[in-house]
């Protein structure tokens, strides 16, 4: 009974992660069908194509703060860590070293991917573009981060029921113009 809340909270915190990853590929298929992106198509878009933008910024974002905000802590809390009131980079570290997360770096590279891409710079499509870019790409390292979360957890706690299981979902994959490392060796 002491570990209901803990398995409540993490599947609630996995479902709304489906959620986000759902909405989120939803918009990337929407947005496949006019990548890849210049600054002079990035200017003359549709709304319909700004909306699916937003869209796919909303949903990047929101499953960002969940994974960090909620689905982290709740694994650690379910695994009766006791990591409530430590820093996040003490819950990462002690994610990676439990196998839940493969590589903290990774995290911290979209953590930066989604800090310098929630900003809209109007006179600069250039940087626009780089920026969706870079995070249309990092999206298979946030499903990756997923992955691993499920399948260490199924692996050891076959009874546990978190929910969909991710390759329910139709993962699209995107003409892009340039590689992430490519544009984040830019930003430098």
């Known amino acids: 009974m002491s570990n209901d809340i803990p398995l409540l909270q993490l599947q609630d915190a996995w479902r709304e992660c489906e959620r986000h990853i759902y909405h989120l590929f939803h918009a990337m298929l929407s947005i496949h069908t006019f990548m890849p992106l210049t600054d002079k198509t990035y200017i003359n878009l549709t709304d319909e194509q700004v ?71 109007p006179d600069d499509p250039d940087k626009n573009v780089a920026h969706l870019t870079v995070a249309l790409e990092s999206v298979s390292v946030l499903y990756g ?39 984040l060796e830019q930003e430098r």
């Open 145 to 183: 981060i997923l992955n691993t979360i499920n399948k260490r957890l199924k692996d050891s706690y076959p009874m546990l029921k978190l929910g969909k299981e991710l390759s329910g979902y139709p993962k699209p994959e995107l003409k892009l113009k340039a590689k992430c490392s490519d544009l």
């Open 51 to 121: 909306q699916d933008i937003d869209q796919f910024i909303l949903r990047y974002t929101k499953l960002q703060d969940t994974m960090g905000g909620r689905l982290f802590p709740a694994i650690l809390s379910y695994l009766t860590e006791q990591f409530e009131d430590r820093p996040m980079l003490d819950k990462l570290n002690r994610l990676e070293k439990l196998g839940y997360i493969d590589n903290v770096e990774n995290w911290q590279t979209v953590r930066n991917i989604r800090n310098k891409f929630a900003h809209d710079y």
